[in-house]
C-alpha cells in the first residue's frame, strides 16, 4: 500500500506564501494524476489543483494566478507553490494520488492565513 505524506503547511500572514509538498513511499506504475484537495471550516473538501503525468494542469478558479502545481514523475512527488495567500485559503490540505485502479490520500497538513 503506498502512502502519501504531505509537508509545508503552517501559519502564514495574509499576501504570505508557503510551498506544500507530498512524497509517496513507494513507486507508482502507470498512468495516473495527482492534485491537492483542501477542506476548510464548516466546508466540504474541494479540488485545489490537479496535474497528469504529463504536466497538463488544471485549477480550481479561486487560486489561479496565485497557486501553482508541480510534480516530479520519477521521485512520485507533487508540490503546491502558493502565493498571495488570503484568510479564505485556510484549509487542512491533502495530496492524492489516482487511477482507474487506485486512489491515494494523504493525512493532510494544515494552513492558516491571518494575521
Known amino acids: 500500500q503506498v502512502q502519501l505524506v504531505e509537508s509545508g503547511g503552517g501559519l502564514v500572514q495574509p499576501g504570505g506564501s508557503l510551498r506544500l509538498s507530498c512524497a509517496a513511499s513507494g513507486r507508482i506504475f502507470g498512468i495516473y494524476v495527482m492534485g491537492w484537495y483542501r477542506q476548510g471550516p464548516g466546508k466540504q473538501r474541494e479540488l485545489v489543483a490537479v496535474i497528469s503525468g504529463g504536466g497538463t494542469a488544471t485549477y480550481v478558479d479561486s487560486v489561479k494566478g496565485r497557486f501553482t502545481i508541480s510534480r516530479d514523475n520519477a521521485k512520485v512527488t507533487v508540490d503546491l507553490q502558493m502565493n498571495s495567500l488570503k484568510a479564505e485559503d485556510t484549509a487542512v490540505y491533502y495530496c492524492?494520488?489516482?487511477?482507474?485502479?487506485?486512489?491515494?490520500w494523504g493525512q493532510g497538513t494544515q494552513v492558516t492565513v491571518s494575521s
Open positions: 492524492r494520488a489516482y487511477s482507474s485502479n487506485f486512489d491515494y
